[in-house]
Structures are given as structure tokens and as C-alpha cells.
């Protein structure tokens, strides 16, 4: 589902979004994140572009929970209880998925935060010995910033004030104009 709001002295941005937080029930416990902040303050001046990787890699929904493990140089993604690697899965459709947002031409994106697949910051690495690393980041997080490293990106949690949201706007105008003019 795409929403699209018109805002109206500005061109309408195109901005990737973790699709729980738009209210799509696709969380692992059939649920969503919907943010109302975000989708009043932001939502009419922007072209939503949803995304949401474990469904769309084909996890289901509800899912057992998975959580990132191992190194945090080459973390696995694992279920907690059945111990299914979706590693090598969730890279593949990443790269997939990345090559189909070439087309969308997005000026930015935000991520759900705390997620093993969208998180950007501090998402916990289950290490060998039992402790956690709090300094992980998500798979589809991390294809997408190594693909895309000057793309204005933010997770959710960092959007909570209208100062932080405006400069995250402007970050992406910027972006969008140097994408265009060049
Ligand atoms: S955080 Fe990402 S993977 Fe998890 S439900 Fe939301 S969009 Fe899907």
C-alpha cells in the first residue's frame, strides 16, 4: 500500500518507510507500530514508499520472533526458539529489494527502531558466550546504507519533535536537489 499526500507549495517527496509504522498489521505479533506524529506531521508532504523485509522475504505474518547473533562484524538472523538462519535469505532479497527502489527514487528513508531487520542503531548482538552487544544494526538497514551512504536515513525514535522532523525534511530537499540537478 502507498499513500500519497500532496503537500501544497513543495514537490511531494518520495520517502522509504518501514511499513509497520504506516499501520500495516506486519509485525511478528500481527501487529503494527502505527505513528501518528510521524504520518500527521510528515504524511502530507511526502510519497510514502513501504517496505516491510521479513514479509516481503515471505516470514508470514505472525512469525516467530528473530533476533540478530554472533559477530557484530557479520551478525546471523536467526529465529529465538526454532534456531532458523534467515541469514543468507534476508541478504539475497536486500539486494533484491534495493534494486527495485533504484526506481523509486527516494530522498530518504525511516526506519522502525529496535528491529533486526530495519533498526539502524544500538539493535542488540546475541554474542557466543550469552552476552548482548547493544551495537548492531539491522540487515535490511545495513544493505540499504552501504547502497545508498549519503541518503538521508532516521529511525523513527529520533522523529519526535517537529525540530528534528524539519531538519530531517530539509535534509532530504538537499538531497533530492543535488539528485536532480546533477
Ligand atoms: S520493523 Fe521492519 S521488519 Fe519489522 S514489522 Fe516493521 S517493517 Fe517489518
Redesign the pocket.
Known amino acids: 500500500m502507498t499513500e500519497s499526500h500532496k503537500a501544497p507549495t513543495a514537490l511531494p517527496l518520495r520517502v522509504g518507510?518501514?511499513?509497520?509504522?504506516l499501520g500495516?498489521n506486519?509485525?511478528?505479533d500481527g501487529k503494527?507500530?502505527h505513528n501518528d506524529f510521524l504520518l500527521q506531521q510528515l504524511g502530507p508532504h511526502v510519497i510514502w514508499v513501504?517496505?516491510?523485509?521479513?514479509?516481503?522475504m515471505g516470514l508470514g505474518?505472525p512469525r516467530e520472533p528473530i533476533r540478530l547473533e554472533g559477530t557484530l562484524h557479520a551478525p546471523r538472523l536467526k529465529t529465538h526458539n526454532t534456531r532458523i538462519d534467515h541469514t543468507e535469505a534476508m541478504l539475497k532479497w536486500s539486494q533484491q529489494r534495493l534494486d527495485a527502489l533504484e526506481f523509486e527514487t527516494l530522498s530518504g528513508y525511516i526506519?522502525?527502531s529496535?528491529?533486526?531487520?530495519?533498526?539502524l542503531f544500538q539493535i542488540p548482538v546475541l554474542q557466543q558466550d550469552g552476552s548482548e552487544c547493544s551495537e548492531g544494526r539491522?540487515l535490511?538497514a545495513q544493505a540499504l546504507t552501504q547502497r545508498w551512504p549519503m541518503l538521508p536515513v532516521l529511525e523513527e525514535a529520533s522523529l519526535q519533535s517537529r525540530k528534528a522532523l524539519e531538519n530531517f525534511r530539509n535534509r532530504m530537499y538537499e538531497y533530492h536537489h543535488r539528485k536532480t540537478s546533477s
Open positions: 518507510v518501514s511499513a509497520c509504522l500495516q506486519v509485525r511478528y503494527h507500530k513501504p517496505v516491510c523485509p521479513e514479509v516481503e505474518t526506519f522502525k529496535r528491529s533486526p531487520s530495519c533498526g539491522g535490511f
